[in-house]
Structure formats: structure tokens, C-alpha cells
């Protein structure tokens, strides 16, 4: 039997809760709501996350600028992710919400900027 304990990230309660593979389904005890049980179900199924990080900027006045994937990737793809985000530099001007990198490792998922950056001279 396959057991994990975790923290629920879901709300600000920071449940502490216990996942059991028992046959073919999944136990969260500890949740004090249905989204802890579900988040406890998806960690042991296919965990994500969204990647927040910062790339490269030309004529800008900061040298990062700030990004994040629009929606969660799989977590075993995250470092394959960083290596594409750190090998690539934009040039500004950028806003909130551009597209710096369109369908990340074909997951389906965009990096987008988080922060408006205005070109400098």
C-alpha cells in the first residue's frame, strides 16, 4: 500500500493530509474540505504546478523580467522548462500578459510576462 502525507495548498488552512493507494482509488483523510481531497488525489496521480521565473530582457531598465506559466505543467518537466526560459532574451517593450514562449515543450501551456516593462534608449 502507497502512502504519503502532504500539505494542502488549495486554501490557507494548510490541511495535513494522509493519501492511501488502497486498490485501484485513493483515501485523503485529514482535508476538511472536498478540494483537499481532490488536490490529495491529483499529487499522487499527476502532480503540477505553475512555474513562476524570470528571463532575459534587452532595453529594459531591470535585466529579468518576471514570467510564469498560464497554467500548471507537470512537475517532472519543470527543469526541462527552466532550460528552455533560461536560453532565451526578449526585448522590451513587453506588457502583462505577452506571450514570451508559446506552447512550452508541447504541453499545451504559454509563458506569459507578469510585469510590463517599457523600452528604454
Keep these: 500500500m502507497e ?7 488549495v486554501c490557507p488552512m494548510g490541511c495535513h493530509l494522509t493519501v492511501r493507494k488502497v486498490a485501484d482509488s ?3 483523510t485529514g482535508n476538511t474540505c472536498k478540494r483537499g481531497e ?3 488525489i491529483k ?3 499527476n502532480p503540477t504546478r505553475v512555474l513562476p521565473t524570470t528571463v532575459k530582457i534587452k532595453n529594459a ?17 519543470i527543469f526541462k ?7 532565451i532574451e526578449v526585448e522590451a517593450p513587453v506588457k502583462t500578459g505577452d506571450v514570451i514562449i508559446h506552447n512550452i515543450l508541447d504541453t ?3 509563458v506569459v510576462a507578469t510585469k510590463t516593462m517599457r523600452r528604454i534608449q
Excluded at 81 to 87: D, G, R, S, T, V
Design 38 to 40: 481532490a488536490y490529495g
Design 43 to 45: 499529487e499522487m496521480t
Design 3 to 9: 502512502k504519503r502525507e502532504i500539505i494542502c495548498i
Design 108 to 110: 499545451g501551456v504559454d
Design 61 to 77: 531598465f531591470l535585466k529579468r523580467l518576471p514570467v510564469k506559466t498560464n497554467q500548471p505543467i507537470p512537475k517532472e518537466l
Design 81 to 87: 522548462c527552466m532550460e528552455i526560459i533560461n536560453a
Design 26 to 28: 485513493y483515501q485523503v
